[in-house]
């Protein structure tokens, strides 16, 4: 059974930073691209970033550019998300994601991803 177990969520002023962290099991972790998305309340989930399954390859939304960088360590089956000079607009529950990414799918459509975990939640005060 795959689990994806985000954790790193908390409460910060703005200009601060978090990492978040998303540990995988029950998956070829080498084998997924692993990505962060985020759903703020009222608002659709949205793409954030991802990582390709060798590391090489990494995207991000326009909105989080310069400003958070995902990283993986295949040795611990773990992907993180590191954010600095946070807004408030950033606050959200954000998601960890893992997709085996082939012809015709992206990999910035929710849909496209293979497994979710449950989320954990981005506050960011001003």
């Known amino acids: 059974q795959v689990q994806l177990v985000e954790s790193g969520g908390g409460l910060v002023q703005a200009g601060g930073s978090l990492r978040l962290s998303c540990a995988a099991s029950?998956?070829?972790?080498?084998?997924?691209?692993m990505g962060w998305f985020r759903q703020a309340p009222g608002k659709d989930r949205e793409f954030v970033a991802i990582i390709n399954w060798t590391g090489g390859s990494v995207y991000y939304a326009d909105s989080v550019k310069a400003r958070f960088t995902i990283s993986r360590d295949d040795a611990k089956n773990t992907v993180y998300l590191q954010m600095n000079s946070l807004k408030p607009e950033d606050t959200a529950v954000y998601y960890c994601?893992?997709?085996?990414?082939?012809?015709?799918?992206?990999?910035?459509?929710?849909?496209?991803?293979?497994?979710w975990g449950k989320g954990t939640l981005v506050t960011v005060s001003s």
């Open positions: 994601t893992a997709q085996r990414l082939y012809s015709g799918r992206t990999y910035y459509s929710p849909t496209d991803m293979d497994y």
């Open positions: 029950g998956l070829t972790f080498s084998s997924y691209a």
